[in-house]
């Protein structure tokens, strides 16, 4: 089977979404790129993320040939691709529906940064209108709303993208923003909230690398 190691992370951290509270059943997606043979590796469409094995898991070629298997890739697909394509330094994708950040999209309200987590994602968190879901034109849109240095956008009506150098991270990233989205919304029926200065925003967001990074 080729990559598996690839493959069973995906495989993990599919579990993880659900494991963390960030999705539930099939709903959400994963994937990672390998740069070196330029081949994307994604979670299957429609299954349930407690009946996914390795040999479910995707790998697509830049051209969409399936190298292996006979699932259906995750009906996202485009919206991982563009953010591949969009920014070198991604090579992973995690997309979700947790409750408090599709809260926030669905109020078309960004994440501001009222808590330190916000570093996570490099600052406030925006939201793009709704694209219909499974598009060319919603990948488009959310790659231009992630920009060229924040790890996080809200997909208006749908749900949240994270984004990270590893699975690891990106899913850290998506686990944050439920939590930032969670103090947004808090914050918001409370009718209160101080934002984080840049400065702080970038000091935090330096001292979570540095706190990742020890053993
Ligand atoms: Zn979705």
Redesign the pocket.
């Known amino acids: 089977m080729l990559l598996f190691e690839a493959r069973e992370q995906v495989v993990h951290y599919g579990k993880e979404l659900v494991r963390r509270g960030l999705a539930s059943g099939s709903?959400?997606?994963v994937s990672m790129y390998i740069p070196e043979g330029k081949v994307l590796v994604i979670s299957p469409s429609g299954m349930e993320y407690e009946r996914v094995t390795p040999a479910d898991v995707v790998v697509l070629t830049e051209d969409d040939v399936q190298l292996e298997g006979s699932r259906k890739p995750s009906?996202?697909i485009e919206?991982h691709r563009a953010l591949y394509r969009s920014r070198p330094d991604v090579l992973a994708v995690v997309?979700?529906?947790s409750p408090y950040a599709t809260t926030m999209a669905c109020m078309g309200k960004p994440l501001r940064p009222l808590h330190y987590a916000a570093g996570y994602a490099g600052g406030e968190v925006p939201c793009i209108p709704y694209v219909p879901?499974?598009t060319a034109e919603l990948a488009e849109a959310a790659a231009r709303g992630m920009g060229t240095a924040h790890n996080a956008v809200l997909?208006g009506g749908?749900?949240l993208v994270a984004v990270g150098a590893d699975l690891s991270f990106a899913m850290d990233v998506a686990e944050q923003m439920e939590f930032l989205a969670q103090i947004c919304w808090r914050c918001e029926v409370a009718g209160g909230g101080i934002p984080l200065r840049d400065v702080h925003v970038a000091q935090a967001a330096a001292a979570l690398k540095g706190y990742r990074q020890k053993p």
């Open positions: 709903f959400g997606n009906s996202e919206l997309h979700t529906h879901f499974g997909l749908h749900g």
